[in-house]
């Protein structure tokens, strides 16, 4: 049995021949750091998401999901995942990077593709799309770098390029890895994390009045949909030395797979466990890792979610499922592939 405090690992080697470029570009990942490597590259990043940066995120942020929000139909069913879901992303991709639309729908391809690495490595299928999508981010990220050295913006690449503390920054390639992961873990988590949040709304609305009810809870709201229905249902995390856990040898180098919807589920950590409830405090989950490898876009996701579940309250006097679910099977989880919806807008008021 799988517990919040006691996890029973499922271990798997990942064979890096199949693809030394995605393997390296796992183990730059802050996620899969350890040690003083990975404190000094999360305080550096901690430092860069300071206020002024991210309020100024979530002015721009506001505005995208307005606009998407105004998009949606008022009079016929609708696929939430492509009309509003799926854009969403790309157009945050925009002041995260202070890039231009046009640019940030390519990069954010490349970041729907890019994201597939483990399923690629376990598989051995798409491997080479995927691979390729992950170099035209780095290469694309590469050259975003050189162009804003001396000529720095208001974004969030920009400010990690010039973080510093006690003389210490963040390195170009450094830079590379961190702000592709943080674009694709707080920005493609999104793409695929709301819906199923949306979803568990739709089956329980009495918890949709909740949030109308008090809008202060969108944050503790989204916490809840990642608890209740997580994106990742395993995350991966390699040995870094031979040990023995629960009387199980495992060598350096072996992966190590938690199982999240047991540990977000674990009964002795979460009173009624099976039940949808936004008000509860705290909803403790492992979407977003634990601890010290916890997701470096954990901040910038739930905002973006927050926002958009914020946005959709007040466009919609109602929204309703208009057709069942579908879904879209992985090695790392589960996705919707569709979730057509019906929605009633709020009424103008006049006068």
Known sequence: VLRCVDFQFAFNRIDATKSPYLARAIEHELLNMHGD???????LLKKALRDRVVEGMRRKIADIVAELVAGL???GPVDFCSAFADPLPARVLGPVFGIAYEQAEGLNEWIRIGGR????LQSGV??????????RIHDYLRDLLAQRRGNPGDDLFSEMMQVEIDGDRI????????????ASAGVDTTRAQLPLILNAFLDHPQEWDKLRAD???????VDEGMRFAPLPWVIPHRATRDMIY????????????????????????????DEFIIDRAPARHFAFGAGMHSCPGAHLAKMEMSMALLGLLEA?????????????PGQEGRTLRRLDITIRKMKPLHG
Request: hydrophobic share 45%; charged share 30%.
């Open 37 to 43: 490597a990975h404190k000094r590259l999360s305080r």
């Open 73 to 75: 139909p008022a009079d």
């Open 117 to 120: 690495k483990i399923d690629a």
């Open 126 to 135: 798409g491997i080479a799309e995927v691979e390729d999508a992950n170099r």
């Open 171 to 182: 390195g170009a390639e450094e830079l590379v890895f961190l702000s592709g992961e943080l």
């Open 215 to 221: 809008p202060g809870l969108a944050g503790r709201a």
């Open 246 to 273: 629960r009387d199980i040898a495992f060598a350096e180098g072996d992966l190590a797979f938690v199982m999240v919807p047991a540990a977000n589920r674990d009964p002795s950590a979460t009173e009624r466990p």
């Open 316 to 328: 919609c006097a109602d929204i309703q499922r208009a057709a069942p679910p579908e879904w879209e």
